[in-house]
């Protein structure tokens, strides 16, 4: 029971080790819905900031540039963020090896290689999930966002 336990201590203390830098070892690949998709987030919090404060239009488009410009800065804090994690990782995993005899050196690096391909795995069904659904456009080429609904007929006046 005590041997499990450690086992299962050692895997998931690796895993934090080894896991979650890895999801910051490479920048995100931007797709080319990438830039719809980050504008379609802005709207989304100016709609739900002016549906709860009650601002008027003008308001609004100073709402979403705070909000674009905030975007644009956190973005850049993560690309720098994402550097300083891959640089902490790489440390890391010299000095494990450094402790480490000939054989263990060898099974880490293969736990490592194991980890890395994990994550990369995830960072690809993470990607797919959030790539924006496409429609069938008019002439059935693809559009990147829901169709807006025609508009209703105006019905003539009669006399």
């Known amino acids: ?12 203390m690796a895993i934090i080790c080894l896991g979650i830098p890895s999801l910051f070892s490479q920048p995100p690949q931007g ?4 830039e719809q998709m980050e504008k379609h987030f802005v709207q989304l919090r100016a709609n739900m900031l002016q549906k709860t404060l009650n601002f008027d239009d003008a308001t609004r488009g100073k709402v979403e540039q705070v909000l ?5 800065r956190q973005k850049e804090f993560f690309a720098q963020f994402q550097s300083e994690m891959m640089k902490l990782q790489e440390e890391e995993q010299q000095k494990i090896r450094a ?7 060898a099974r880490f690096d293969e736990f490592v290689s194991m ?3 994990t994550m990369e795995e995830m960072k690809k069904i993470s990607q797919q999930a959030a790539e924006p659904p496409t ?4 002439k059935g080429e693809p559009m990147q966002s829901k169709p ?7 019905e003539k006046a009669k006399a």
């Open 1 to 12: 029971m005590c041997e499990r336990w450690l086992k299962a201590t050692f895997f998931g």
């Open 31 to 34: 797709g080319p819905g990438q």
């Open 68 to 72: 674009l410009e905030s975007q644009k």
């Open 99 to 105: 402790v480490l005899n000939p054989e263990q050196q």
């Open 115 to 117: 980890q890395r391909k």
């Open 135 to 138: 429609f069938p456009g008019p």
């Open 148 to 154: 807006e609904p025609a508009p209703a007929k105006k």
